[in-house]
Structure formats: C-alpha cells, structure tokens
C-alpha cells in the first residue's frame, strides 16, 4: 500500500534548487515512514503538477533516488520505493537534549495496566463466547449486507442517534418484549457495542468513587475490573445452587448503590437464580434504593423449554438495567448489544454513551435491522438453539465417556458453555495449562472466586464447534488430566 496519493506534499520555495528539494523531501518521507517499502510513488508528471513545478525537475529528482538505491522502476508500470531499504535507511542518535523529569504517572495507569484482562480469542477446541452460523443465515447476512449499501441513505453521512436508530431500537423492544418478558418502550432501549460497553455505561452514570457494589462471587472479572477501575468497593456475594445469595449479600452491606447479576444463567458456574431469590434481590433493592444491572448476555439459547422472562420484568422495569447482547446471538465480530434503562436514567445513560462512543455504527444497524425485520434474525435463533443443545449434549456425553467420575458436570439448561468441574484434589490452574499445551482451550474457574471458597472446574465453550468434534477433542483433555498424575 502507498500513502503517496494523500501524502501533504509542498511545493518547493525559493533559495535552493527546485531538483534538490523535490528529490529531499520525497526521502524524507521515506525516511519518517509516511511512504512505506514497496509503495508506489505518484508519476512524475502527476508529482510536478502538485508541486508546481517542471516534469524536468521531477524526473531529474527521481533519477537521484534511483540512483541512491531509494527508488526502484518498474517498466510499464511505474516508480515505486524500494522494496529493501536497508543499505540506505539507518537509525540517527537523536541529538542530545536537555534532560527534564518526567511527567508524573498518576496511579491509575499501573493499576489499569496490570489489569489481567483476556486477550484475543483464539478459534481453538472449548474456548468461550464462539458462535457459528449456519449457511442460511450466512446468505440472509449476505443479502442484508448488500441491501443496505446499495441504499445508502443520508443517516450514513451524518452523526445519528446516539442511543441507536430509532427503528432498530423499535425492532430490539418487541423482541425483548415477545422473547424475554420485558417491560420497556423504544426509547427506553440504548444500543451499546456489546454487554461490557453497556456495564461501563452504567457505572459511570451510577456511581461515585467509594460506593459499595454487589458482585457475584465467583463472576464475570471485565465486570469486576470496571467497577474497581471505577473506585467502587466491591463485595463479593457468593452464588450457590441457586444462585446469588442475597441474605450473605445483605449482611455484608446492606446499602449497597448497585447489584450486577446474570440470573438466566450464572457465570461462571451456569446456575439460574431461583424465582424465591429474584423476588428477595428486587425486595432488597427496593428498600435500598439501589439499582440492578441484569447481565443477560446469553439469554436466547436455552435448551429446556422457553427463556425464562427476565428479571426486568418481574420488576416491572423500575429499578433493572437490562444488558443484553447481539454479539453472542449472532457473532462476536459484530459488536453491538444493547441496555433497557428505567425511564429515569434514559436520558443520563444516553448522554454517558454519546461522551464516549458518541454513536452506534449506523451502517451495522441497518445490516442488523434489515435482518430482524426480514424474520431471519429469529430462524436463525430458533435453529441455533437447537444446534448448540446438540453440541451441547455431544460435549457433556464425552465427558462422561472418558473422564467418569473425575468430572462432574454442570450441565446447563442455558448459555455457551458448560463447566466440568474437577474430582479428586485435581488443580484446574495446571488442568488449564495442561490443556492448552495439547491445543485445547479449557478456561479454570478457581481464578474468578473473590472470597467465597474456590472450586477446582474447566469452563468449555461448545457454541462454536460443531458436535462432530466434541469426542476428540475431549480425548485430548483427558489426555492433558492424565498428564498431572
């Protein structure tokens, strides 16, 4: 690739020769790096009527950079910088300057730094949040994409909506309202880039430096680390059978500002909180003051019946921020969800999202909408959900087939992964390491416990592999376990 077409190239001044200047500053861009190895330079008459000068002057230039070893021609096609530069380009000292202190490093730098945040997802066997698409909806995608940049309209050339185009947000509130039992109105919804772009929304609306916060223990760690990053005191609730205890959580601060649950389906453990403890979180939160934020970030895969409707519901949409994402319904690349927020923090939320993303991609929202409003969006859901309960139960039967009774198998009725946990004193942290050695991606749960006690347990994610797989797969963590005795 060449920058040489929207390189800011200036026209030669007076005191010195126009052939020098033209031929020192196209080195001097090579020099910076502005014009890459192998790129190509504008033509010689293209070059001269940019700069205001002579082709003469030009050509003469180029024979210089030729002639250095700077530039290479290519007949027929054109003048182009060398592909190897290394016996022209050499590294200059930079003169020597006054020494000054540096700039003082406040200390949220370090802490932000030396966050243990996860990096890219590899597309390796069990690693979390992969989905698939089969190729019906891969076409309906395609043809959503093509509409909607053969009709682009002015909404593109603008800045929109920061909480999202109003008819996607209509098309995300009758799903919610149809699929999950919530109670909302369109603008009440506010598209985000995902679940945790929503979480950060909420946390800088809602809280101030030394506030106490609920968190699950053991539960999601970006979560955890936007709410300390925030300056919030964190207590950690611990999560049973059940789901998250509320009664612990009341002894521990009673007047906690926030609550951050995933009741459909718990993570990491996959429990669903139960309909006694929704009732007592939404009784607590009311006599608190408080708000919820309800993660519900894999609610449209559940292989047992219907979603069960929301938290939000049951409250009636009073004091729930529902999150929601599209990312894990359709694919993570996609980068867009949304949050349902009570009608008293609609406006403030909106504001928060519009300071730090100031908008949704309009161009993605109509890929999006158009794949709604076409019925694609719910096939593709309705078959999902049957395919992943098919991968699911693939994984959880190989398991069982060679690991017996060293796993135990918390098998869920929702979600995208499942969690083995671990018999027999086995360490999930060297199961982890284990696994990864043979190509496997087997995420240990002990690391996510706060202050509740630890158990040992593999997170495997079965949504983005197909069943056929599952078997050998399993093989290999069974070889990884055997390999720590």
């Known amino acids: 690739m060449s920058w040489a077409d929207i390189y800011p190239w200036e026209a030669p001044g007076p005191g010195g020769p126009v052939i020098r200047q033209v031929y020192e500053q196209v080195r001097g861009a090579i020099h910076q790096g502005a014009l890459k190895p192998g790129g190509r330079l504008p033509s010689s008459r293209d070059l001269a009527a940019r700069l205001g000068v002579a082709r003469a002057s030009v050509v003469a230039a180029y024979d210089l950079l030729l002639a250095e070893g700077y530039a290479e021609g290519r007949p027929g096609s054109g003048t182009y ?92 509130a009758d799903y919610l309202r149809a699929a999950r039992g919530v109670v909302c109105d369109p603008d009440q919804v506010i598209v985000t880039s995902g679940a945790q772009h929503a979480v950060d929304i909420a946390v800088r609306v809602l809280l101030q430096p030394g506030d106490p916060v609920w968190m699950e223990d053991p539960g ?38 926030l609550a951050f649950v995933t009741p459909s389906h718990q993570y990491p453990l996959g429990v669903t909180l139960s309909m006694g403890r929704r009732l007592e979180l939404l009784a607590w939160a009311r006599e608190a003051g408080a708000w919820i934020v309800e993660d519900d970030y894999s609610a449209e895969f559940r ?23 599209l990312n894990k319904a359709l694919f993570p690349g996609l980068r867009l969800g949304y949050m349902v927020a009570p009608r008293p923090l609609a406006a403030a939320l909106t504001a928060a999202r519009q300071l730090t993303d100031r908008q949704p991609p309009t161009l993605t929202q109509a890929v999006v909408l158009d794949f709604m409003e076409s019925g694609q969006f719910a096939a593709h859901i309705r078959r999902r959900r049957i395919a992943y309960k098919v991968q699911r139960d693939a994984l959880a ?14 098998l869920p009725d929702q ?45 495997l994610g079965f949504s983005g592999f197909p069943a056929r797989g599952m078997a050998a797969g399993v093989a290999r963590l069974a070889a990884a376990l055997d390999s720590l005795g």
């Not at 005191?233 to 059940?242: E, G, I, L, M």
């Not at 069960?308 to 929601?324: C, F, K, P």
Request: with cysteine; proline share 10%.
């Open 81 to 172: 910088v060398c592909g190897d530069l290394s016996g022209v380009l050499e590294l200059k000292a930079p003169s020597a300057a006054p020494a000054a202190p540096p700039p003082l490093t406040p200390p949220r730098v370090a802490s932000l730094a030396a966050l243990p945040l996860p990096g890219p997802d590899e597309p390796r066997l069990f690693s979390n949040g992969r989905t698939l698409m089969d190729a019906r909806a891969l076409d309906a995608w395609a043809k959503a994409t093509r509409r909607a940049l053969r009709t682009l309209d002015h909404v593109h050339f603008g800045y929109s909506d920061p909480a999202g185009e109003p008819r996607l947000r209509a098309a995300v």
């Open 220 to 257: 999601y760690q970006p979560t955890w680390h936007a709410l300390t990053a925030a300056g919030a005191v964190v207590h950690a609730v611990p999560v049973d059978r059940a789901g998250l205890d509320v009664a612990a959580g009341m002894a521990a601060e009673p007047r906690a500002r």
């Open 303 to 325: 292989y047992s019946g219907p979603p069960l409707a929301a938290l939000q519901g049951l409250d009636g949409g009073e004091r729930v921020i529902y999150v929601g994402t």
């Open 397 to 410: 039967q190989a398991l069982r087939d060679a690991l017996g009774d060293r796993v135990e198998i918390g």
């Open 415 to 459: 979600g995208l992964h499942l969690t083995a946990f671990l018999n027999g004193g086995l360490d999930d942290v060297a199961a982890e390491r284990a696994a990864a050695g043979r190509g496997i991606i087997a995420r240990a749960i002990s690391p996510l416990y706060r202050r509740a006690p630890p158990r040992a347990g593999l997170m």
